[in-house]
């Protein structure tokens, strides 16, 4: 066999690999897809709970398109199997670049690789039991008296998975920090320094992926912050060592 063949092998058995993996993930979501199905409509009654209850007597949710009735729930239930399966799918990701790490490096990867599921789940449940109620309340009660109140269904649920999203990624803001400080890009001192531009700048991300006004942008803003110093606080355990390196022995 010539050389040129037996370094391609690899490369080919790794994007077979890859492949499959992906394809498990798909397959995982498809899954709970059609296992959710069937609840469908009531999964959206369950995330338009926040602004149905908020809603003056008389006002409900409408369908301003002849299919949104149907559509908008199929799209939160997909929405809702991506999100369901993401421990899988990380689990696909992290079993294809494990072979490739160092013992210490797996010690490192796994604590914040389930650290980053339960705070992008944490952010997501942030918003809808806290986020969504304060801001709903505050929307049906500043209109004219004169106005009905009437949301299309598919428009609230594009602003409802905007939000989620937003604070799912807002609150993997500690390990962006610590893993920033743990590659030595940055320290804890540097940072600190620059927590008036990052305060400043928690408040521009806020205006931007948020409805345009101060309540909303502030309700991201704050926890975009005091997340930022959560990061800081567990980067201050990072510390400044040598390693040498290892054997080809321990690597898989």
Wanted: net charge neutral; aromatic share 14%; with cysteine.
């Amino acid at each position: 066999m010539s050389t040129d063949s037996s370094s391609q092998a690899p490369l080919v058995a790794h994007l077979i690999e890859l492949r499959n993996r992906l394809l498990k993930s798909v397959i995982a979501v498809l899954v709970i897809f059609i296992g959710l199905y069937y609840f469908a409509n009531d999964l959206y009654m369950i995330v338009s709970e926040p602004l149905r209850l908020l809603l003056p007597k008389g006002s409900s949710l409408i369908a301003t398109e002849v299919a949104s009735p149907f559509l908008a729930p199929l799209k939160l239930t997909f929405a809702i199997s991506v999100l369901i399966s993401i421990p899988y799918t990380l689990y696909q990701a992290w079993s294809f670049i494990a072979p490739a790490l160092y013992k210490n490096e797996k010690r490192i990867a796994i604590p914040l690789l389930v650290s980053s599921i339960i705070l992008f789940y944490g952010g997501v449940l942030f918003a809808y039991f806290v986020v969504l109620p304060l801001i709903f309340g505050f929307f049906t009660t500043v209109g004219p008296s004169d106005v009905t109140v009437m949301t299309d269904i598919n428009n609230y649920l594009n602003f409802v998975l905007k939000l989620f999203f937003a604070f799912g990624v807002t609150f993997e803001i500690p390990i962006a920090t610590y893993l920033l400080i743990k590659a030595g890009v940055t320290t804890v001192a540097t940072l600190s320094k620059k927590r008036p531009y990052v305060f400043l700048g928690c408040f521009v991300i806020g205006m931007l992926i948020t409805p345009p006004d101060i309540f909303s942008q502030t309700l991201l803003a704050i926890p975009m912050w005091l997340l930022f110093e959560l990061g800081l606080l567990a980067g201050r355990t990072v510390k400044v060592e040598i390693e040498e390196p290892e054997d080809d022995s321990e690597q898989v």
